[in-house]
């Protein structure tokens, strides 16, 4: 059970049960394309970063940044180290987190999401 973001790199978000809005996307901008539609370029993704840090602190980030590869599989194995529990982190900044990584591999990145 549980609502989703669905990602034009094929990765899918789980917004964390009972404690999580499907509205934390809108957190990192992105335009609207649709009433549950985001996108962001990579042109954006300094924007982001710059959200997380305020949020936390660099080092963490680049941490997210240096030690997870770009593609798909790191995305999920950076989801999933997490959502389990290794880092201590928010929902809200592990939602950044991800579509920031997302932005390092891929030029535009859509996302569906539920509400």
Not at 33 to 40: A, D, L, N, S
Request: aromatic share 18%; with cysteine.
């Amino acid at each position: 059970m549980g609502r989703y973001a669905y990602f034009s790199t094929d990765f899918e978000y789980k917004f964390v049960f009972a404690v999580q809005s499907s509205s934390d996307i809108d957190e990192f901008g992105g335009a609207r394309t649709g009433p549950y539609k985001r996108q962001w370029t990579k042109s954006q993704a300094p924007a982001i970063v710059e959200l997380l840090i305020a949020m936390s602190d660099e080092n963490k980030l680049m941490y997210y940044i240096e030690n997870y590869p770009k593609n798909v599989d790191g995305t999920y194995t950076m989801y999933w180290d997490m959502r389990d529990g290794k880092y201590d982190i928010d929902c809200l900044y592990m939602l950044g987190a991800l579509i920031h990584h997302q932005l390092l591999y891929t030029d535009v990145l859509d996302v569906t999401f539920e509400v």
